[in-house]
């Protein structure tokens, strides 16, 4: 009977198995960042619960820096991936659709109770669908190079950028009691309008990489001078952005349809211009 179940001796030369492959520290690192983004966006929430209104939009705010640097750091060190897209999307719907709406509604919209929830909802919903869009959207490999310098609709963290703006007026001494929580209602519903719909917003990602040499101080000053206002004066400014913000739009829904009317025009004038064929 002991034959049949003889000793195994494992081989000294035979090379250990890997139970799971090595992953590149460039693939690495942008999700690190994505996810310090969706820490800052549960630590918001936190800092709502307990009354910290300020270090609760900051934390949103910081989400939102480092939202932007996740993406370019993985472009720039090649370790883009299909992980790293979705883990994006999620943390993105923490920090820019959960948790501002949870903030407005500790902040005002708590005061006219299940409209207000409705509201909050609303928003974080929109984000939601936002981002679900973004997602399966196909890039056009026709698609004019102008058009990539405009966003379908409001993007994510300009969405929870602008939702907040009740609270950078308050934070500023702008007086707001619970006569105007419905206003706030509305407004929050207005960016949730804006964030799913097709109103094309400006997005700068055609901008010159390259800048005339006489603007170079210039922007370096200004550069200077912006990050010393907002530190000093940051919901002021924060106040400022977000109304230019707005009033631009209506700039990029015109500057878009002319530049689409001129793109139409173009083929028929091309069709128009070509002799008539010898067989006519």
């Not at 090649?78 to 903030?103: H, M, N, Q, W, Y």
């Not at 500023?172 to 804006?194: D, E, H, K, N, Q």
Request: hydrophobic share 55%; net charge positive.
């Amino acid at each position: 009977m002991s034959d049949l179940f003889p000793p195994f001796a494992p081989d000294k030369d035979e090379p250990r198995r890997r139970l799971f492959r090595p992953v590149s520290l460039r693939v690495i690192l942008p999700n690190l960042v994505t996810l310090l983004a969706l820490c800052l966006g549960l630590s918001a929430i936190r800092l709502a619960h307990e009354g910290r209104l300020e270090l609760a939009v900051m934390a949103v705010l910081a989400a939102g820096v480092l939202d932007g640097v996740d993406g370019r750091l993985a472009r720039l060190l090649k370790g883009t991936s299909r992980f790293g897209a979705e883990l994006d999307s999620l943390a993105d719907f923490v920090s820019f659709g959960v948790a501002p709406a949870f903030i407005l509604f500790t902040f005002g919209l708590k005061d006219i109770k299940s409209l207000g929830w409705i509201a909050a909802l609303v928003f974080a919903c929109a984000m939601a669908l936002r981002l679900a869009r973004f997602n399966v959207m196909n890039e056009d490999p026709n698609r004019p190079e102008w058009k990539k310098n405009y966003f379908v609709g409001m993007p994510a963290p300009a969405g929870a950028l602008v939702s907040m703006l009740p609270i950078y007026l308050y934070l500023i001494g702008v007086p707001i009691g619970r006569i105007v929580s419905p206003v706030i209602a509305i407004y929050l519903l207005i960016v949730a309008f804006l964030m799913v719909s097709t109103i094309p917003t400006f997005s700068g990602k055609t901008l010159g990489s390259r800048i005339p040499r006489q603007w170079v101080l210039p922007i370096f000053v200004a550069s200077v001078a912006f990050v010393a206002l907002l530190v000093s004066f940051p919901f002021e400014v924060l106040t400022v952005i977000v109304l230019a913000y707005l009033g631009l739009i209506p700039l990029s829904v015109a500057r878009y349809r002319s530049r689409s009317r001129l793109d139409a025009g173009a083929p028929a004038a091309a069709t128009a211009a070509e002799p008539p064929s010898p067989d006519a």
